[in-house]
Each structure stands twice: as structure tokens, then as C-alpha cells.
């Protein structure tokens, strides 16, 4: 049976370490300020940007949400960007995708200061990842799946790593990271995408198998080397008619049949989600740290 990690306790060591550093922050008069930015009324963004400001709020940040309707448009939405990069009390700005059309996502991250950037979305900041230049902010879910890999002691130098996805979120910044010279990364990365061939072959080659392609229990148990890390990204909502919402959120992993033939595995929810929140709450703590040098 495979080591289970717990996303919620690793992302618990994380916000008392980022609780330490505000409490730093506070005796010089400083209070890490976080805006998001939700534009329409996407129902998992509702969620996910609700649960994020909670966590800022219990963690001392002067956090709000701005909410835009779907019929914004884009000169409008980049407009109060503009006015929050002026606005000395948001040390981060967070713009929650996915973005209602006809709005460019590449354009609105493009205008979020980099400084304040603590998505990591910013082409400044994606090309500081892929150069292995740590100055920059790294994107929070693929910065936590590292944590979750660093803090759990699995070994990346050397590992062939599987990614399944390219999104500009998880897959390529994932890719990015585990690809650079380091202590903590040197690892041999497959990128895995809809053009691949033979997909099924890659996983079972993988070390450390990340599932991030938004499909409902794609990774079975005959994809998965025995021992192997599996990193469930996948939040995938599917029909349940036994349930009261008629609905369930199922991972990009079948964990019942993969759990024992894996080495470690993350539960889904519980794994990888609250990581994503402890870095973005990270993330800001440092833009605040920079931001009153
Ligand atoms: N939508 C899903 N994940 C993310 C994220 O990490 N940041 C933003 N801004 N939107 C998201």
C-alpha cells in the first residue's frame, strides 16, 4: 500500500510559515494585501476564489474580491488592473481564469504587474521559471505540487517525470520546474498532450506521474509502474443521480485501483487543492516582503 500525501497537513506546515512571516511584516506596520479579480459568475470560480479570500483573511491579509460581470469588457477589465497596479495597498493582484469570452486571458495577465503578479501568469514571470531564474513568482499549483514532492521526500533528481497536460496553469510551468538544473528538480520531464501517441506507454515508464488533463479517472491501474508517485490535479465534475446535486467531483486518477500499486499518491480532494491556496498565500507574502524592502 502507498504512502498517502497529505496535501492538508503539508499546506497547514506552509500557512504557520507564511503566518510567521506576516507576523514579521506587522511589526513594521505592513499587512499583505490581496485583491482577486472575478469576472462573470462561473460557478467554480465562485468557489475556489470564495475559499482563497477565507484562508487570506483567517491568515491576517487585507484581501477583496472584485466582482465583474460576464459582459465586461476586456478594455474595462485591463483598466482596473491598471488601477490596482497603482494601488500601493495590493502587494498581490489575482485574476481568476477561466475568463468569459470574448476576453484574452494572454492580454489581461500581460498587464498585471509582474511585481504583483503572485499567479505567476505573467510572461516576465514564465520565462524567469523557464530560465531557472528564482527571482520571479511561480504558479501556484505546480509550485505546491513540488512542495508536496520536496516535503514528502520523493526523489526528483534523476526521475523520469510524466505530465499529462500542457495547460499554461499546471503542465508546462510543472514541466519548467522539474526540468532545471537542482537539488530539487534534474528530473527527465514527458510532456504528454491530445497529440501524443501511445499514452498509456509513457505513464507506465513514470517515476513521478502528475495528472493534470481535466479527464475523469483517466489514469487506471495498468498505467501506473509499481511505486510510482501519482499527483492527482484533476477536478472533473460527473453526473452522480444517487446524490442531492445530481453531481460529484472525481479526480484525473482512479485512486481506488491505483492507491495500492502506487508508492505514494495524493487523495483527491485533499491533495493537491489545498496546496495551491498555501502558495498563492506564499506568493503574497513575498510581493509584500519586496514590495517595503
Ligand atoms: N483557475 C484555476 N486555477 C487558477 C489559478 O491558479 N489562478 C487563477 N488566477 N485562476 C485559476
Request: glycine share 10%.
Amino acid at each position: 500500500m502507498s504512502v498517502i500525501i497529505d496535501g492538508r497537513a503539508i499546506a497547514q506546515q506552509i500557512h504557520a510559515e507564511t503566518a510567521a512571516r506576516v507576523a514579521t511584516l506587522k511589526t513594521r506596520g505592513i499587512q499583505p494585501g490581496l485583491v482577486f479579480v472575478r469576472v462573470g459568475e462561473d460557478p467554480s470560480s465562485q468557489v475556489y476564489v470564495g475559499m482563497k479570500e477565507k484562508k487570506s483573511a483567517e491568515l491576517g491579509f487585507r484581501s477583496t474580491t472584485l466582482v465583474l460581470p460576464a459582459t465586461t469588457s476586456e478594455a474595462e477589465l485591463l483598466a482596473r488592473i491598471d488601477a490596482l497596479n497603482a494601488d500601493p495597498q495590493w502587494h498581490g493582484i489575482l485574476v481568476q481564469a477561466p475568463l468569459p469570452h470574448p476576453i484574452n486571458a494572454a492580454t489581461v495577465y500581460a498587464r498585471v504587474d509582474p511585481e504583483k503578479d503572485v499567479d505567476g501568469f505573467h510572461p516576465l514571470n514564465v520565462g524567469k521559471l523557464l530560465l531557472g531564474d528564482s527571482d520571479g513568482f511561480v504558479p501556484c499549483t505546480p509550485g505546491g505540487i513540488h512542495e508536496l514532492l520536496i516535503r514528502s521526500e520523493v526523489p526528483i533528481p534523476g526521475a523520469e517525470v510524466v505530465i499529462l497536460g500542457r495547460g499554461n496553469i499546471v503542465g508546462k510551468p510543472m514541466a519548467s520546474i522539474l526540468v532545471q538544473k537542482g537539488r530539487h528538480a534534474n528530473a527527465t520531464v514527458t510532456v504528454v498532450h491530445s497529440g501524443s501517441r501511445d499514452v498509456a506507454e509513457h505513464c507506465r515508464r513514470a517515476d513521478i506521474l502528475i495528472a493534470a488533463m481535466g479527464v475523469p479517472e483517466f489514469v487506471r491501474a495498468s498505467m501506473v509502474k509499481p511505486g510510482a508517485t501519482v499527483i492527482d490535479v484533476g477536478v472533473n465534475r460527473v453526473p452522480s443521480p444517487g446524490s442531492t446535486t445530481g453531481t460529484r467531483l472525481v479526480g484525473d486518477v482512479a485512486f481506488a485501483e491505483v492507491a495500492p500499486i502506487a508508492g505514494w499518491i495524493t487523495p483527491n480532494p485533499g491533495g493537491v487543492g489545498p496546496m495551491t491556496i498555501a502558495m498563492l498565500l506564499s506568493n503574497t507574502t513575498r510581493a509584500a516582503e519586496r514590495a517595503t524592502r
